[in-house]
DNA sequence: ACCTGAACACCGTTCAAGT
DNA sequence: ACCTGAACACCGTTCAAGT
């Protein structure tokens, strides 16, 4: 992913050309500072000195370009520590909701990217791979990935909105908002799924592999 | 309710006046057979032979009356036999289920009001009723019914987004969307919540109240 | 490989005015 | 109470053409 720039004709001008990288780096901005609901193709084209038309070179539609936001908010993390399954499980979703966190409604893109089936299978195949490990049943293992997806996405999506609506003022700081956001809802809520797992569990307690 | 018709003076004519119900069947009616996609204040506006603005005069904006729509879509449950609390939250979330199938795009609706805080409430309302009565927790309450709901907002919603996909031609109808089309993985997910609420019970067993 | 210019077929919302 | 007509400020996408 070593970026060769542009301007190379030494014509002079702001006139930059783009690479796919250079789009989605800017999209990233725009997510970021003004929102899911601002990131429009215009709008973009707008932020990079370009016509909206010439976004469709990079990507056949939005929702392409939508996938490869999804795809850079989840790049780049850590694998979890090893440990038992249950500890293990926690850490992905854990660092799942990190990744979401890092860009203003990150959670809406990376979601939406999923339950369409355009990408960021990242989280739910480390899901599977790990819970394979220590369960038989596919079935139940399938389920439980997305069970755990669900509950990740629609809890961050809400603590997300949950922030926008008290930026805008609409909505008071209050006690239960500021102990959501410390994440201890969040826990609860893993810490229900993983124990339904144990009541099911068919393999190794705690040791590894 | 007893909607008092429209249309009392006598001069004729296809120009019938609508009440805000009226509006609210014609959305359901539009929902149900194009998609929340096609579900624009212009289009309904159309199908009711008045001009976009007219709207207006019923709801303050799009999400009001998408609001009214899950309501609707909500309304005329009945209420679950009594049993264990288990087995109440079970028939909770399957008739939740239910309702959402009934019309098309319906989880997706319900999920954006809710969600929003704009209404939808009945389901939050009915869990967190029936768990208070079984544990004390009122935290581990609201955790565990939100989780239940972000499983089934999410499940049901990628439930109709596949089956929507499979009519549009775009994916086989292969035996792990069957399996899934029968409500199984439904199950597994709920039960697995269930179990977790259980490894946490802190009140009596299986007897009512 | 990347972009322009212009068009097409739409959106949600507001507002003054009408009955 | 319910509606019209017209406007404002936008959308995503296509396409022929340019460098």
Redesign the pocket.
Known sequence: MTEQRTARSGSSRG??????ADVVRHALRVLDSYGLE?L????L?AE???????????F????ALLAAVAEAILADREPPASGGWDDEVRAICADLRAALLTYRDGAEVVATTWSFGLGARGPYDALVARLARSHRDAALVDAAARTLLHFVFGHVVAEQTHVQAAAAGAVDTDAETLLRGTGAAYDLGVTLIIDGLHARADSGSAIRR
Chains 1, 2 share one sequence.
């Not at 056949?60 to 929702?63: E, I």
């Open positions: 006139d930059v050309r783009h690479g796919r601002s429009t193709m215009r709008r084209a990079l000195a370009v016509q909206p038309s010439a976004l469709y070179h990079h056949p539609h939005k929702q």
